[in-house]
């Protein structure tokens, strides 16, 4: 098994600045040149339905002029998919969303749509975009993505980075490493993300098998303080020093 851990950078919440005043600035492009420079692996973004952050000239900018690949984050709608099907990103992870959100709030729910998700990703397959699905640490979620195809998943790691005391997160903790444990086993690749920060990223680092961190939000608040490049280095700086203490156990 691989001890590499990949980080990617989610640049959504520069658009959103972007956003609120209008105009071009600050650049999610600027954004992710950026993040390679400070160490990531890749970029993230989330095209959503509202487009309420990134914009479709922000995706078409971001496959053609960065160098880091992209992995796409997106709704399981024909309108995305007629769009990832045009752009062709080397990533797409499949997530839920809901309009009146303000973030994604749980996993896909990959058993009630067994048969409709097989058809979409064996679409994106067909594509050569590399699909992942956002789930909730779940065995039955992960056995559902398994049988109809899906090569990996992200887990939700929400739940743990919101626990209101050590007990709490400790028993999410546990539910993401029995999870990744499960889905390893069946020959899946294991990445993770959501609400993670300098505080929280070490114990989900340290689990045995988790090839990507995806983060994104903290990285953006972060650089208002210390600069985004920091914020990436440091985040990078924190996950090698919990795989090496992981390597070191092991």
Do not use: W
């Amino acid at each position: 098994m691989s001890n590499e851990l990949r980080l990617g950078v989610n640049i959504d919440h520069v658009a959103t600045i972007r956003n609120a005043r209008g105009g071009i600035h600050p650049d999610p492009l600027r954004a992710a040149n950026l993040a390679e420079k400070a160490g990531a692996d890749g970029i993230v973004c989330h095209l959503r339905e509202d487009r309420r952050h990134i914009s479709d000239e922000d995706l078409r900018r971001l496959i053609r002029e960065v160098a880091l690949p992209l992995n796409l984050e997106m709704a399981t709608t024909n309108e995305m998919l007629e769009i990832a099907l045009k752009h062709k990103p080397p990533g797409v992870c499949l997530v839920p969303e809901k309009r009146q959100e303000l973030t994604t709030e749980g996993g896909l729910d990959i058993i009630s749509r067994m048969d409709e998700l097989s058809k979409f990703i064996d679409s994106l397959k067909d594509a050569d975009c590399f699909v992942s699905v956002f789930i909730d640490p779940d065995h039955d979620q992960i056995d559902a993505s398994s049988s109809i195809g899906i090569p990996a998943i992200e887990i939700h790691t929400g739940h743990y980075c919101d626990a209101k005391n050590l007990i709490e997160r400790k028993s999410h903790l546990t539910k993401i490493i029995s999870a990744t444990q499960h889905a390893l086993g069946l020959g899946l690749e294991v990445r993770a993300g959501h609400g993670l920060s300098f505080d929280t990223v070490g114990p989900i680092a340290e689990i045995k098998g988790i090839s990507e961190l995806n983060i994104g939000h903290f990285l953006i608040g972060e650089a208002i303080f210390s600069g985004f490049e920091d914020a990436v280095r440091r985040m990078r700086d924190l996950m090698n020093m919990a795989r090496s203490k992981n390597t070191t156990e092991s």
